[in-house]
């Protein structure tokens, strides 16, 4: 065949082959198993809908123009974007609102804390490509700051090490803002929306579908058709005469271009022979392993009923889940009346044990944990334990090097493209900006 293969069936991969059928290019899109969506699914069990990967998404431009164009805008669902995020910190829930200024106010932050965030204009501007989340924020906006609100964000949305990743990758805007304006005041100012400029038609707060998020994969599916090849994983890829030789169990294909779109390991066994330096640098992408619990309790066991999007943990010796996602409380229809369906998570980075527990002692942990955090009187029912070996990707001190590695072999293999969630954001919504080549990578 003319035109591009692109390899793996995950939401970057089915993103860039609808991208290019609209434009009607030649395009063939093969996926190693027979459910293409990659870690995005969602599964029905007892009358509770369980989201497996990803729970909810912003709203991007990029994202929100897709469900109009795939007719799926009556399926949305949206949070309301008022709903409060929570912080556990020694027993205790602090919940945040939206609002920046809430910052101010909580007493999560001491007042010596509170008034380190003042200096955050005074601070001089730093370009260390090689800073730490944790440093980066430490000396930005102090210590507590960073412990008490960044740890566990990074360990709760990355499952994550504040103290690993690299905060110009994992932070790219932050990090720009400090380079170009000298502060984060600073760069959040010039980065508002100037006066006169029309509002954005992408709704605010947080998206899912009726039928839950792998409603989006599944419609992409549809769309793609006979494109689409299932159970098609591919054993080996090579540059030849211009062209791509890409060797499936079933034939052989040949495209102009070929579009790495797998998880970074998979990738690196695929250009392993004619780019090692590339591939090494995707084999030591860490992607730490993690454990998802889906769990239920009646609303009656709960003295106040929730409500937020959910929770996160400051990391302390002793704790072992990351945090928790309120689903109910996001979206109707996710449990049954009456019933409180929370979705929670355990592993990654500085605790990888933990995702190998058995599923009675993790529900035993989660329990214990979750119980006294939301001062439920009964323990949870276990719904479901979904465990990923590999999950999600971390942009640690050697991300940036990693990256340029993979953007040098593109440049020497004209008609080469590596996607996925390694690189450009490990958000649905990057996902899907990059797997429509709506944005440049900078690597």
Known sequence: MSGTVVIGGGLSGLARGYALARRGEDVRVLEATDRPGGAVRTEKEDGFLLELGPNTVRPTPELWDLIGQLGLFDSVVLADPRLPRSIEFEGKLHPLSPSP????????LSLSGKLRLLREPLIAARNDPCESVRDFFSRRLGPQFAERLIAPFVSGIWAG???????????PALARWEREHGSLLAGAFASRPKRGTPKSAHPRGLLSFRDGLETLPRVLTESLGPRLLRGSRVRSLRPEGGRWKVETAAAPLEADEV?????????????ETFEPEAARA????????LAVLH?????????TPLKGFGHLVVPAPGRRILGAVWSSCLFAGRAPEGQVLLTAFAGGSRDPETAALPDGRLLELAAAELSASLGARSAPRLLRVTRYARA??????DHGSRMAAVSKAEARHPGLHLLG???GGISVGDVVKHGLGAGEFAD
Do not use: C, H, K, M
Not at 101 to 108: E, I, S
Not at 161 to 171: I, P, V
């Open 101 to 108: 200024a809430t910052v101010l106010t909580t007493r999560l």
């Open 259 to 271: 579009v790495v779109a797998t998880p970074a390991f998979e990738a690196a066994r695929l250009l």
């Open 282 to 289: 995707l084999a030591g992408v860490p992607q730490p392993p």
């Open 295 to 303: 769990l239920a309790w009646p609303v009656s066991a709960f003295s």
């Open 161 to 171: 090490d504040a103290g690993s990743l690299s905060a110009a990758a994992a932070f």
């Open 392 to 397: 999600i990707p971390q942009y640690d001190l």
């Open 421 to 423: 969630n390694y690189r």
